[in-house]
Protein backbone atom coordinates (compact mmCIF):
# COMPACT_ATOMS: atom_id res chain seq x y z
CA UNK A 1 0.00 0.00 0.00
CA UNK A 2 1.62 3.72 -0.52
CA UNK A 3 1.48 6.29 1.85
CA UNK A 4 -0.92 8.30 1.51
CA UNK A 5 0.22 12.09 0.00
CA UNK A 6 1.00 14.58 2.28
CA UNK A 7 -0.92 17.73 0.89
CA UNK A 8 0.76 21.19 1.73
CA UNK A 9 -1.23 23.01 -0.34
CA UNK A 10 -4.08 22.35 -2.54
CA UNK A 11 -6.98 23.54 -4.68
CA UNK A 12 -9.37 22.46 -6.58
CA UNK A 13 -9.47 22.20 -10.37
CA UNK A 14 -11.65 20.97 -12.77
CA UNK A 15 -14.14 17.93 -12.95
CA UNK A 16 -12.48 14.60 -13.17
CA UNK A 17 -13.58 11.56 -15.10
CA UNK A 18 -16.25 10.75 -12.55
CA UNK A 19 -17.62 14.38 -11.73
CA UNK A 20 -15.67 14.58 -8.45
CA UNK A 21 -12.96 17.51 -8.68
CA UNK A 22 -9.34 16.66 -9.32
CA UNK A 23 -6.92 17.63 -6.65
CA UNK A 24 -3.71 19.85 -8.31
CA UNK A 25 -1.02 19.25 -5.87
CA UNK A 26 0.92 22.59 -4.94
CA UNK A 27 3.14 21.52 -2.37
CA UNK A 28 4.45 18.93 -0.66
CA UNK A 29 5.79 19.01 2.90
CA UNK A 30 9.37 16.26 3.23
CA UNK A 31 10.64 14.98 6.35
CA UNK A 32 14.37 15.29 6.63
CA UNK A 33 16.84 15.68 9.64
CA UNK A 34 14.19 16.12 12.31
CA UNK A 35 12.73 18.99 10.02
CA UNK A 36 10.48 20.05 7.23
CA UNK A 37 11.54 21.34 3.66
CA UNK A 38 8.59 22.36 1.45
CA UNK A 39 8.81 21.33 -2.38
CA UNK A 40 7.30 23.87 -4.30
CA UNK A 41 5.59 22.39 -7.46
CA UNK A 42 3.46 24.91 -8.82
CA UNK A 43 5.39 25.08 -11.75
CA UNK A 44 5.35 21.70 -13.21
CA UNK A 45 3.01 19.56 -15.36
CA UNK A 46 0.68 17.07 -13.86
CA UNK A 47 3.33 14.01 -15.20
CA UNK A 48 6.09 15.68 -13.67
CA UNK A 49 4.22 16.33 -10.17
CA UNK A 50 3.58 12.53 -9.97
CA UNK A 51 7.05 11.78 -10.31
CA UNK A 52 7.96 13.85 -7.44
CA UNK A 53 4.80 12.70 -5.65
CA UNK A 54 6.12 9.07 -6.37
CA UNK A 55 9.80 9.54 -5.79
CA UNK A 56 9.28 11.65 -2.44
CA UNK A 57 6.24 9.39 -0.88
CA UNK A 58 8.51 7.32 2.02
CA UNK A 59 9.74 10.86 3.29
CA UNK A 60 6.26 13.24 3.17
CA UNK A 61 6.14 14.76 6.99
CA UNK A 62 3.36 13.55 9.24
CA UNK A 63 -0.30 15.29 9.34
CA UNK A 64 0.26 17.21 12.35
CA UNK A 65 3.41 18.48 11.11
CA UNK A 66 3.30 22.36 9.59
CA UNK A 67 6.00 24.35 7.74
CA UNK A 68 6.81 27.84 9.50
CA UNK A 69 8.53 30.97 7.99
CA UNK A 70 11.57 29.59 7.89
CA UNK A 71 10.83 26.35 6.43
CA UNK A 72 12.80 26.48 3.47
CA UNK A 73 10.91 26.11 -0.05
CA UNK A 74 12.99 23.99 -3.27
CA UNK A 75 11.78 24.58 -6.31
CA UNK A 76 12.22 21.90 -8.82
CA UNK A 77 14.02 22.76 -11.87
CA UNK A 78 11.83 22.86 -15.17
CA UNK A 79 14.35 23.10 -18.28
CA UNK A 80 15.59 19.22 -17.36
CA UNK A 81 14.23 15.68 -18.14
CA UNK A 82 12.29 14.16 -15.63
CA UNK A 83 15.15 11.90 -14.38
CA UNK A 84 17.78 14.88 -14.36
CA UNK A 85 15.07 17.00 -12.38
CA UNK A 86 14.56 14.47 -9.87
CA UNK A 87 18.12 14.01 -9.50
CA UNK A 88 18.70 17.74 -8.94
CA UNK A 89 15.64 17.85 -6.68
CA UNK A 90 17.18 15.32 -4.10
CA UNK A 91 20.61 17.06 -3.97
CA UNK A 92 18.85 20.54 -3.14
CA UNK A 93 16.44 19.18 -0.82
CA UNK A 94 19.43 17.51 0.91
CA UNK A 95 21.48 20.93 0.93
CA UNK A 96 18.14 22.71 2.15
CA UNK A 97 18.18 20.20 5.31
CA UNK A 98 21.96 20.48 6.19
CA UNK A 99 21.55 23.92 5.81
CA UNK A 100 18.57 23.92 8.31
CA UNK A 101 20.37 21.96 11.01
CA UNK A 102 23.48 23.64 10.95
CA UNK A 103 25.12 23.87 14.13
CA UNK A 104 22.53 21.63 15.89
CA UNK A 105 23.11 18.19 14.74
CA UNK A 106 26.12 16.03 13.64
CA UNK A 107 25.50 15.13 10.22
CA UNK A 108 27.15 12.03 8.99
CA UNK A 109 27.39 11.62 5.00
CA UNK A 110 26.08 8.07 5.85
CA UNK A 111 23.56 5.63 5.38
CA UNK A 112 21.67 4.40 8.26
CA UNK A 113 19.65 1.38 9.53
CA UNK A 114 17.91 0.48 12.10
CA UNK A 115 17.29 -2.73 14.47
CA UNK A 116 13.48 -3.30 14.85
CA UNK A 117 14.30 -2.21 18.68
CA UNK A 118 15.05 1.26 17.35
CA UNK A 119 19.17 0.99 17.26
CA UNK A 120 20.82 2.70 14.66
CA UNK A 121 24.04 1.85 12.11
CA UNK A 122 25.74 4.66 10.64
CA UNK A 123 27.94 3.35 7.79
CA UNK A 124 30.08 5.94 7.16
CA UNK A 125 31.70 6.38 3.84
CA UNK A 126 32.41 8.74 0.55
CA UNK A 127 30.71 9.00 -2.31
CA UNK A 128 31.59 5.83 -4.40
CA UNK A 129 32.23 3.90 -1.33
CA UNK A 130 28.88 1.62 -1.56
CA UNK A 131 26.94 3.42 0.82
CA UNK A 132 23.65 3.29 -1.07
CA UNK A 133 24.34 -0.38 -1.93
CA UNK A 134 24.74 -1.18 1.42
CA UNK A 135 21.33 0.80 1.97
CA UNK A 136 19.52 -0.78 -0.61
CA UNK A 137 20.72 -4.57 0.89
CA UNK A 138 20.68 -3.87 4.16
CA UNK A 139 17.22 -1.72 4.15
CA UNK A 140 15.36 -5.10 2.99
CA UNK A 141 16.23 -6.92 6.24
CA UNK A 142 16.36 -3.70 8.71
CA UNK A 143 14.73 -0.18 8.72
CA UNK A 144 15.77 2.03 6.24
CA UNK A 145 17.04 5.68 7.91
CA UNK A 146 18.71 6.96 4.76
CA UNK A 147 21.27 6.52 2.29
CA UNK A 148 22.48 9.89 2.18
CA UNK A 149 22.84 11.64 5.58
CA UNK A 150 22.33 10.05 9.36
CA UNK A 151 22.04 13.13 11.89
CA UNK A 152 22.53 12.64 15.61
CA UNK A 153 21.08 14.91 18.26
CA UNK A 154 22.96 15.52 21.05
CA UNK A 155 21.26 13.04 23.50
CA UNK A 156 22.28 10.10 20.96
CA UNK A 157 19.02 10.31 18.84
CA UNK A 158 19.29 9.52 15.32
CA UNK A 159 17.11 11.54 12.98
CA UNK A 160 16.10 9.86 9.76
CA UNK A 161 16.15 10.83 6.70
CA UNK A 162 13.92 8.86 4.04
CA UNK A 163 15.04 10.20 0.64
CA UNK A 164 14.63 8.63 -2.84
CA UNK A 165 17.44 6.20 -3.51
CA UNK A 166 19.76 7.23 -6.44
CA UNK A 167 20.13 4.02 -8.57
CA UNK A 168 21.47 2.82 -11.96
CA UNK A 169 19.05 1.51 -14.28
CA UNK A 170 20.20 0.54 -17.48
CA UNK A 171 20.77 3.96 -18.75
CA UNK A 172 24.14 4.71 -20.89
CA UNK A 173 27.41 5.91 -18.50
CA UNK A 174 26.83 9.17 -17.26
CA UNK A 175 22.73 9.46 -17.40
CA UNK A 176 21.77 10.68 -14.22
CA UNK A 177 20.45 8.19 -11.73
CA UNK A 178 16.88 7.46 -11.21
CA UNK A 179 14.79 8.24 -8.36
CA UNK A 180 13.46 5.54 -5.94
CA UNK A 181 11.45 5.66 -3.02
CA UNK A 182 12.53 3.22 -0.42
CA UNK A 183 9.30 1.21 -0.73
CA UNK A 184 9.53 0.53 -4.55
CA UNK A 185 12.75 -1.04 -3.74
CA UNK A 186 11.37 -3.38 -1.16
CA UNK A 187 12.97 -1.36 1.46
CA UNK A 188 11.65 -1.67 5.35
CA UNK A 189 10.27 1.00 7.18
CA UNK A 190 11.19 2.47 10.38
CA UNK A 191 10.77 0.16 13.20
CA UNK A 192 8.08 1.86 15.93
CA UNK A 193 10.69 2.50 18.66
CA UNK A 194 12.69 5.38 19.10
CA UNK A 195 15.78 5.69 17.26
CA UNK A 196 19.31 6.16 18.85
CA UNK A 197 22.76 5.96 17.45
CA UNK A 198 24.33 2.65 18.62
CA UNK A 199 27.11 1.98 15.58
CA UNK A 200 29.54 4.09 13.85
CA UNK A 201 31.28 2.26 10.97
CA UNK A 202 33.64 2.92 8.39
CA UNK A 203 32.92 1.23 5.17
CA UNK A 204 35.56 -0.25 3.56
CA UNK A 205 34.74 -1.88 0.34
CA UNK A 206 37.43 -3.91 -1.37
CA UNK A 207 37.44 -6.23 -4.39
CA UNK A 208 39.99 -8.85 -2.99
CA UNK A 209 37.98 -8.92 0.44
CA UNK A 210 37.00 -12.15 1.51
CA UNK A 211 33.38 -14.25 1.78
CA UNK A 212 32.50 -12.84 5.28
CA UNK A 213 32.59 -9.36 6.17
CA UNK A 214 35.49 -8.45 8.46
CA UNK A 215 35.05 -6.18 11.91
CA UNK A 216 37.35 -4.55 13.77
CA UNK A 217 38.16 -1.51 16.11
CA UNK A 218 39.32 1.44 15.40
CA UNK A 219 40.59 4.06 17.70
CA UNK A 220 39.09 7.42 17.59
CA UNK A 221 42.25 9.45 16.76
CA UNK A 222 42.63 6.85 13.39
CA UNK A 223 39.13 7.29 12.31
CA UNK A 224 39.05 11.33 13.09
CA UNK A 225 40.38 12.27 9.34
CA UNK A 226 37.34 9.97 7.88
CA UNK A 227 34.87 11.09 10.57
CA UNK A 228 35.98 14.60 10.00
CA UNK A 229 35.63 14.48 6.04
CA UNK A 230 32.29 12.89 6.21
CA UNK A 231 30.71 15.38 8.82
CA UNK A 232 28.82 18.25 7.31
CA UNK A 233 29.17 21.85 8.92
CA UNK A 234 31.04 20.06 11.83
CA UNK A 235 33.10 23.31 12.18
CA UNK A 236 29.57 24.83 13.00
CA UNK A 237 29.25 22.37 16.48
CA UNK A 238 30.08 23.42 19.85
CA UNK A 239 33.29 21.48 20.62
CA UNK A 240 33.18 19.62 17.30
CA UNK A 241 36.12 16.96 18.24
CA UNK A 242 34.64 16.66 21.76
CA UNK A 243 30.95 16.29 20.08
CA UNK A 244 32.53 13.59 18.35
CA UNK A 245 34.28 11.94 20.87
CA UNK A 246 31.09 11.99 23.12
CA UNK A 247 28.85 10.70 20.68
CA UNK A 248 31.99 7.42 20.27
CA UNK A 249 31.97 6.49 23.54
CA UNK A 250 28.11 6.06 23.98
CA UNK A 251 27.96 3.64 21.40
CA UNK A 252 30.87 1.81 22.30
CA UNK A 253 33.47 2.75 20.00
CA UNK A 254 34.13 2.82 16.10
CA UNK A 255 34.44 -0.05 13.68
CA UNK A 256 35.96 -0.89 10.42
CA UNK A 257 33.92 -3.94 8.39
CA UNK A 258 35.84 -4.94 5.27
CA UNK A 259 33.66 -6.49 2.90
CA UNK A 260 33.22 -7.19 -1.20
CA UNK A 261 29.19 -7.82 -1.18
CA UNK A 262 27.03 -5.82 0.30
CA UNK A 263 25.10 -9.22 1.08
CA UNK A 264 27.76 -9.75 3.70
CA UNK A 265 26.68 -7.09 5.75
CA UNK A 266 23.47 -8.08 6.99
CA UNK A 267 24.97 -10.82 9.35
CA UNK A 268 27.18 -8.69 10.97
CA UNK A 269 25.20 -6.26 11.19
CA UNK A 270 23.54 -6.37 14.69
CA UNK A 271 27.18 -6.75 16.22
CA UNK A 272 27.76 -3.22 15.21
CA UNK A 273 25.08 -1.91 16.97
CA UNK A 274 27.19 -4.05 20.22
CA UNK A 275 29.11 -1.46 22.14
CA UNK A 276 32.38 -1.91 23.20
CA UNK A 277 35.08 -0.76 25.62
CA UNK A 278 36.26 2.59 24.19
CA UNK A 279 39.15 5.48 25.37
CA UNK A 280 38.37 8.36 27.12
CA UNK A 281 38.83 11.33 25.40
CA UNK A 282 38.77 15.02 26.82
CA UNK A 283 39.33 18.34 26.27
CA UNK A 284 43.24 18.95 25.49
CA UNK A 285 45.18 20.56 28.32
CA UNK A 286 46.48 24.25 27.35
CA UNK A 287 49.36 25.76 29.52
CA UNK A 288 49.73 29.77 28.97
CA UNK A 289 53.39 30.89 30.65
CA UNK A 290 54.48 33.56 32.52
CA UNK A 291 55.80 35.91 30.79
CA UNK A 292 59.52 36.62 31.04
CA UNK A 293 61.61 39.31 31.04
CA UNK A 294 64.07 37.18 28.90
CA UNK A 295 64.30 38.72 25.61
CA UNK A 296 63.74 35.76 24.03
CA UNK A 297 61.04 34.64 21.16
CA UNK A 298 58.44 32.22 22.38
CA UNK A 299 56.73 29.80 20.66
CA UNK A 300 52.54 30.07 20.88
CA UNK A 301 49.54 27.43 19.36
CA UNK A 302 48.31 28.41 16.53
CA UNK A 303 44.14 29.29 16.88
CA UNK A 304 42.28 25.71 17.08
CA UNK A 305 38.65 25.52 16.67
CA UNK A 306 38.99 22.56 19.31
CA UNK A 307 41.70 19.88 20.91
CA UNK A 308 41.03 16.77 22.44
CA UNK A 309 43.99 14.01 23.61
CA UNK A 310 43.00 10.73 24.64
CA UNK A 311 43.43 9.42 28.69
CA UNK A 312 46.42 7.45 28.41
CA UNK A 313 47.59 7.10 24.83
CA UNK A 314 49.70 10.18 24.68
CA UNK A 315 47.93 11.64 21.44
CA UNK A 316 45.85 14.66 20.89
CA UNK A 317 43.72 15.63 17.61
CA UNK A 318 43.40 19.39 16.84
CA UNK A 319 40.95 20.63 14.43
CA UNK A 320 42.31 23.92 12.57
CA UNK A 321 39.10 26.26 10.73
CA UNK A 322 40.76 28.02 7.72
CA UNK A 323 39.54 31.56 6.17
CA UNK A 324 36.76 29.79 4.19
CA UNK A 325 35.34 27.70 7.39
CA UNK A 326 37.02 24.46 5.93
CA UNK A 327 38.00 22.56 8.75
CA UNK A 328 41.46 20.46 9.11
CA UNK A 329 41.96 17.52 11.66
CA UNK A 330 45.76 16.79 12.94
CA UNK A 331 46.61 13.96 15.38
CA UNK A 332 49.80 14.75 17.39
CA UNK A 333 51.62 11.97 18.89
CA UNK A 334 55.11 11.34 20.15
CA UNK A 335 56.54 14.54 22.18
CA UNK A 336 54.45 16.73 19.79
CA UNK A 337 51.27 16.74 22.61
CA UNK A 338 53.29 18.21 25.40
CA UNK A 339 54.98 20.94 23.49
CA UNK A 340 51.32 21.60 22.15
CA UNK A 341 49.83 21.91 25.46
CA UNK A 342 52.79 23.96 26.49
CA UNK A 343 53.44 26.15 24.34
CA UNK A 344 51.06 29.10 25.83
CA UNK A 345 54.21 31.93 25.26
CA UNK A 346 56.86 29.25 26.01
CA UNK A 347 60.66 29.59 25.30
CA UNK A 348 62.60 26.61 23.57
CA UNK A 349 64.31 26.46 27.36
CA UNK A 350 60.56 25.71 28.78
CA UNK A 351 59.68 23.51 26.39
CA UNK A 352 62.51 21.22 26.39
CA UNK A 353 61.95 21.18 29.80
CA UNK A 354 58.17 19.70 29.60
CA UNK A 355 59.30 17.16 26.86
CA UNK A 356 62.11 15.65 29.32
CA UNK A 357 59.76 15.58 32.02
CA UNK A 358 57.18 13.71 30.38
CA UNK A 359 59.46 11.46 27.97
CA UNK A 360 62.40 11.42 29.89
CA UNK A 361 66.10 12.07 28.36
CA UNK A 362 66.36 11.56 25.20
CA UNK A 363 69.78 9.99 23.25
CA UNK A 364 71.62 12.93 22.35
CA UNK A 365 70.98 16.45 22.91
CA UNK A 366 67.33 17.12 23.98
CA UNK A 367 67.09 20.55 22.82
CA UNK A 368 68.22 19.60 19.40
CA UNK A 369 65.40 17.21 19.00
CA UNK A 370 62.58 19.66 20.48
CA UNK A 371 64.02 21.77 18.08
CA UNK A 372 63.11 19.52 15.56
CA UNK A 373 59.78 18.59 16.05
CA UNK A 374 58.90 22.31 16.97
CA UNK A 375 59.61 23.33 12.97
CA UNK A 376 57.98 20.66 11.87
CA UNK A 377 54.73 21.88 14.00
CA UNK A 378 55.38 25.51 13.16
CA UNK A 379 55.85 24.26 9.43
CA UNK A 380 52.63 22.10 9.80
CA UNK A 381 50.70 25.87 11.16
CA UNK A 382 50.17 24.08 14.36
CA UNK A 383 52.57 26.38 16.49
CA UNK A 384 53.49 29.24 15.48
CA UNK A 385 57.06 31.41 16.39
CA UNK A 386 56.24 34.98 18.15
CA UNK A 387 58.16 37.85 19.02
CA UNK A 388 59.01 38.40 22.71
CA UNK A 389 55.85 40.41 24.82
CA UNK A 390 56.36 44.10 25.19
CA UNK A 391 56.13 44.97 28.69
CA UNK A 392 53.24 47.96 30.26
CA UNK A 393 52.39 49.42 32.79
CA UNK A 394 50.01 47.03 34.63
CA UNK A 395 46.05 47.97 34.91
CA UNK A 396 46.39 47.30 38.71
CA UNK A 397 48.42 49.98 39.44
CA UNK A 398 47.74 53.85 39.89
CA UNK A 399 50.81 56.35 39.48
CA UNK A 400 51.53 59.94 39.19
CA UNK A 401 54.44 62.07 37.82
CA UNK A 402 55.78 63.96 40.83
CA UNK A 403 58.91 65.78 39.71
CA UNK A 404 61.46 63.63 39.35
CA UNK A 405 59.60 60.69 40.80
CA UNK A 406 57.19 58.24 40.44
CA UNK A 407 54.54 57.73 43.21
CA UNK A 408 52.90 54.30 42.45
CA UNK A 409 49.88 53.18 44.21
CA UNK A 410 48.79 48.91 44.06
CA UNK A 411 45.05 49.01 43.89
CA UNK A 412 44.84 45.41 44.58
CA UNK A 413 46.63 45.20 47.57
CA UNK A 414 44.39 47.85 50.12
CA UNK A 415 47.34 47.58 53.32
CA UNK A 416 49.87 48.61 50.74
CA UNK A 417 50.95 52.60 50.85
CA UNK A 418 51.76 54.13 47.84
CA UNK A 419 55.46 53.89 46.95
CA UNK A 420 57.87 56.64 44.85
CA UNK A 421 60.31 55.64 42.69
CA UNK A 422 63.46 57.66 42.20
CA UNK A 423 66.40 58.28 40.06
CA UNK A 424 67.27 55.24 37.48
CA UNK A 425 63.91 53.40 39.10
CA UNK A 426 61.95 56.14 37.69
CA UNK A 427 63.47 56.70 34.40
CA UNK A 428 62.64 53.13 33.46
CA UNK A 429 59.26 53.40 34.85
CA UNK A 430 58.37 56.56 32.70
CA UNK A 431 59.58 54.93 30.14
CA UNK A 432 57.91 51.92 30.01
CA UNK A 433 54.69 54.70 30.75
CA UNK A 434 55.82 56.49 27.19
CA UNK A 435 56.08 53.60 25.11
CA UNK A 436 55.61 49.82 25.78
CA UNK A 437 58.45 47.90 24.26
CA UNK A 438 60.44 44.16 24.47
CA UNK A 439 63.66 44.07 27.31
CA UNK A 440 65.57 45.08 24.46
CA UNK A 441 63.91 48.28 23.59
CA UNK A 442 63.56 49.12 26.86
CA UNK A 443 66.76 48.92 28.00
CA UNK A 444 67.76 51.00 25.00
CA UNK A 445 65.96 53.77 25.56
CA UNK A 446 66.70 54.08 29.15
CA UNK A 447 70.69 53.70 28.13
CA UNK A 448 70.12 56.66 25.77
CA UNK A 449 68.42 58.76 28.24
CA UNK A 450 71.26 58.33 30.97
CA UNK A 451 73.87 58.54 28.30
CA UNK A 452 74.99 55.32 29.03
CA UNK A 453 75.90 52.18 27.34
CA UNK A 454 73.16 49.67 26.51
CA UNK A 455 75.32 46.86 27.68
CA UNK A 456 76.30 48.81 30.68
CA UNK A 457 73.20 49.39 32.15
CA UNK A 458 70.77 46.53 30.61
CA UNK A 459 71.37 44.01 34.45
CA UNK A 460 70.25 46.73 36.39
CA UNK A 461 67.12 47.47 33.63
CA UNK A 462 66.29 43.60 33.75
CA UNK A 463 66.48 43.27 37.49
CA UNK A 464 64.34 45.82 37.95
CA UNK A 465 61.88 44.98 35.31
CA UNK A 466 61.59 41.88 37.39
CA UNK A 467 60.84 43.21 40.42
CA UNK A 468 58.26 45.08 38.90
CA UNK A 469 56.94 41.78 37.07
CA UNK A 470 56.86 39.82 40.38
CA UNK A 471 54.78 42.82 42.23
CA UNK A 472 52.69 42.79 39.17
CA UNK A 473 52.82 46.20 38.21
CA UNK A 474 54.08 45.62 34.44
CA UNK A 475 52.34 43.47 32.41
CA UNK A 476 53.17 41.79 29.32
CA UNK A 477 51.54 42.09 25.74
CA UNK A 478 50.08 38.79 24.50
CA UNK A 479 52.56 37.38 22.23
Not at 86 to 108: F, I, N, P, Y
Amino acid sequence: MRTPLRVAVTRAGRQGPRGYAEIVIRSLLVSALGDVVRIDLSGLDDDRVRAVQDAWRDALAADNVEADDGTPTVVPLTGLGVRAMLADLSQRVTLAALERARGKLWMLHAAGVALDDGRVVALIGPSGRGKTTAARTLGATFGYVSDETVAVARDGSALPYRKPLSVIEGEEPGAPKAQRAPGDLGLRPLPDAPLNLAGIVLLDRRPDAGEEAVVEDVELCDALTELVAQTSYLTALDAPLQTIADHVAAVGGIRRVIYREASSLVEVLPSLAEGGEVAEYRTATRVTMAPSTLDTPVYVRADAADAIEAVGDERLALLHVDETGQGTVRVLAGVAPVLWSTAGGATLEQLTDAAVAVHGEPEGDPTAAVTLALDELVEAGVLAFADPPAWRISDSVAWVDSGHRAVVLDLEDDACAPKALEESAALIWFTIADNPGTVDEIVARVAEEAGADAGVVAPDVVAFLDQLRESGWIAATAP
